[in-house]
């Protein structure tokens, strides 16, 4: 059993700066991928950031990011904790959403098989 717990939503002001987390629990092997996506009242789920470690990437942790939150947000992970890290700075209201982590992941019952797990999700407010 793998668990995502998001936290660190809540309200900012246009222009203000929030720290999202995600922690994830249980049997796990490892965790090649890390994405954050968000998903806004009416609009489709879309992809903010995603940090990617692997053999591909010499084992360095190599982020990309949507194209609208280029310059403002920073991904991040803590390879000890497996945990994930958002840094959301100059916001805006269009980055009203809620925000999901999402990790593939090898549980330790099957370290050969990835699988894709997701967190509850937790709410980013942006105020004018």
């Known amino acids: 059993q793998v668990q995502l717990v998001e936290s660190g939503g809540g309200l900012a002001q246009t222009g203000g700066s929030l720290r999202l987390s995600c922690t994830a629990s249980?049997?796990?092997?490892?965790?090649t991928t890390w994405t954050w996506h968000r998903q806004a009242p009416g609009k489709q789920r879309e992809l903010v950031?995603?940090?990617?470690?692997?053999?591909?990437?010499?084992?360095?942790?190599?982020?990309d990011y949507g194209d609208s939150v280029k310059g403002r947000f920073a991904i991040s992970r803590d390879h000890m904790r497996y945990a994930v890290y958002l840094q959301m700075d100059n916001l805006k209201p269009e980055d009203t959403a809620v925000y999901y982590c999402?990790?593939?992941?090898?549980?330790?019952?099957?370290?050969?098989?990835?699988?894709?797990?997701w967190g509850q999700g937790t709410q980013v407010t942006v105020s004018s």
């Open positions: 249980g049997d796990i092997f490892s965790i």
């Open positions: 999402n990790a593939i992941a090898a549980p330790g019952s099957s370290p050969s098989v990835d699988f894709a797990y």
């Open positions: 950031a995603t940090v990617t470690t692997s053999r591909k990437t010499d084992y360095k942790d190599v982020a």
